[in-house]
Structures are given as structure tokens and as C-alpha cells.
């Protein structure tokens, strides 16, 4: 990892209160940014820019810390509230039910990277609003790569922003149903083409349980998704992947082709940990040498 680029991730920083049919946990560690830095610090230095109020628990900062992540970024609101969410999974532990959202002071976030985080290279925006995308992308001096997640929300209610933020990023990360919405097409190949042409020169849209697809100016990769016997909690899978896409990249340094095929199954079996676990439980337990084992095992099958 020395040799690895720095990743700055601008998202969530959360306390997630979960049911699914494993369990309950209550007010664990959640949020985009959370997954994203614990996953990615397997590959490389990551740098966080989020917000949390003092009421945050310091054991979830030290599991941070502990995996090198630099918190500089970390804005503590004192007298605040953190950013919670609350969520249900039913038996086949789809799309979670959303049972109560406190954005506090989230709902005020106005991100501002420390001086030391302007010269990074390697941007992961979390799922925020795309006005906030973009206030990010204008505190940078020259990012090599920009990534870029969201939501349906915002691809309906912000849309000439978010196509503002498009045309300046690199790799979009996003599901069926997202690239279905912001291209209007329903074949889901059309609908690459027609969210490509929008900015991004890769994208990469996840499938779930059957994978997930790279959109590569060089070709299609389709990498099935890591079976998991044993779901426990989904929540952050998609951040989770990212992160080891992203990860990855910045380890090997460029993303041709080949880098970025691998990449994705990196991704997919990073996301595939995370759910073995509730909140970040798996990921923090996570030993770079199961990574490499799972990984082996999925690129054997590609010769990749």
C-alpha cells in the first residue's frame, strides 16, 4: 500500500438502527462514508470529509482510526445530533424499508476539505446532495479520477445539477433502476450508452444478486456476484463495493481496461464480506488475506 494513491470520500457519517431477519442492532455505525473508508483502506490511504455531532460515539471513531483513515475531515458539530436512519429488511433482504430518517446535522452539511485533502487525486462521492458534488469538485485543484454515486432522489429532484456533476466525473457507480431513470431507456445496455454519453467515460452499475457490469470505453465486463450463504445485513453493500473498485485503483495506479475488470471483482467481494456482518462488523475484521483468497478464487474463473 505504499506505493497506493489517496482516496478522499465525501459522504455520510450515520448511526443506523437495523431489523432484518438475523437480528436487531441499535445505532451502529452506518453511512456512506463510513463503508466506503473502512473498505478502501485495504488498498490504500483514505481521507475522509463528513460531519457528526458530539454526540457520536468515540468507539466508532476509534474503529476508524484504527484503519488509518484520516479524520481530519470529520467536521464535529458541537451541541449537534448526528445523522441516523432506521431500517427494516424483509425475508429475502431486498430494498430495505426506510422506518425513520433524522438527518440533523447532516441536513446542513457544507463540505470543506482541510488544505492537505485539496491536492488528493482519487475523489469517491458518496450518495449527497449535487450541489454539494459539485461544491467538492470545486475545492480540488486536479483529481486523476473522479467517482460518483447517488440515488433516484436525486436524479428526479435535482437533475440539471447532478448532470452538471456527470460531466465532470470519470466512474459512475450506480443500479438498474438509477440508470433506467436518468437515461429514460429500459434496455439496460441503451441505458449505459445513453448515461456515458452524459460524461463518464466508465461506468459500472450494480445488478445485486446477479453482479454487476462494466461499461468500459475497451469492452463489457459482466462479474456474477459472490454467493453469500449467510446474509446478515446488506446495509452499505453498494458503498462497500465501491470501495473496493475504487481501492483497487488506486493500489495499481491507472485504470485501463484490465485494472478496471479486476476491480470489480475486487468490489464484489469486498460488498460480499460486508454482508456476512451487521454495520461494518465483517469489514473490521476482515484480514487483507481473505480479500486476496476470495478474489483469487473469482478471477480464476475469468483468467483475469
Excluded at 454467493?227 to 465501491?242: E, I, L, M, Y
Aim: net charge negative.
Amino acid at each position: 500500500m505504499s506505493n497506493a494513491q489517496t482516496v478522499l470520500v465525501v459522504g455520510s457519517v450515520a448511526l443506523d438502527s437495523l431489523e432484518t431477519p438475523a437480528g436487531q442492532r441499535h445505532e451502529c455505525l452506518g453511512g456512506s462514508a463510513s463503508y466506503f473508508s473502512v473498505g478502501a483502506s485495504f488498498f490504500a490511504p483514505v481521507q475522509v470529509v463528513a460531519v457528526v455531532g458530539d454526540d457520536f460515539p468515540e468507539a466508532h471513531l476509534a474503529h476508524l482510526r484504527a484503519r488509518d483513515v484520516n479524520l481530519r475531515g470529520l467536521e464535529v458539530v458541537k451541541g449537534g445530533r448526528t445523522f441516523r436512519w432506521r431500517g427494516r429488511y424483509g425475508s429475502n433482504f431486498g430494498d430495505a424499508q426506510t422506518l425513520e430518517t433524522q438527518l440533523n446535522c447532516f441536513e446542513h452539511f457544507d463540505p470543506k476539505l482541510p488544505p492537505e485533502f485539496r491536492q488528493t487525486k482519487l475523489l469517491f462521492l458518496g450518495n449527497i446532495d449535487p450541489d454539494l458534488q459539485l461544491k467538492v469538485l470545486g475545492q480540488l485543484d486536479s483529481p486523476h479520477l473522479v467517482a460518483l454515486d447517488t440515488m433516484n432522489f436525486w436524479i428526479q429532484g435535482k437533475r440539471e445539477a447532478l448532470l452538471r456533476v456527470l460531466s465532470r466525473v470519470d466512474l459512475f457507480i450506480l443500479n438498474e433502476t438509477e440508470a433506467r431513470l436518468l437515461s429514460g431507456e429500459t434496455n439496460i445496455y441503451k441505458a449505459a450508452d445513453a448515461v456515458r454519453a452524459m460524461g463518464p467515460s466508465t461506468i459500472v452499475i450494480k445488478r445485486g444478486e446477479y453482479g454487476a457490469m462494466l461499461f468500459h470505453e475497451e469492452g463489457l465486463f459482466v462479474c456474477p456476484a459472490w454467493p453469500v450463504r449467510d446474509v446478515v445485513d446488506p446495509t452499505g453493500a453498494g458503498d462497500t463495493f465501491a470501495s473496493g473498485l475504487i481501492g483497487h485503483l488506486a493500489r495499481e495506479g491507472n485504470q485501463d481496461f484490465a485494472t478496471m475488470k479486476r476491480a470489480v471483482v475486487t468490489g464484489t467481494v469486498l460488498a460480499s464480506f460486508a454482508c456476512e456482518g451487521f454495520s461494518l462488523d465483517r469489514l473490521l475484521a476482515l484480514t487483507s488475506g481473505e480479500i486476496a483468497r476470495r478474489s483469487g478464487e473469482m478471477a480464476s474463473h475469468f483468467a483475469l
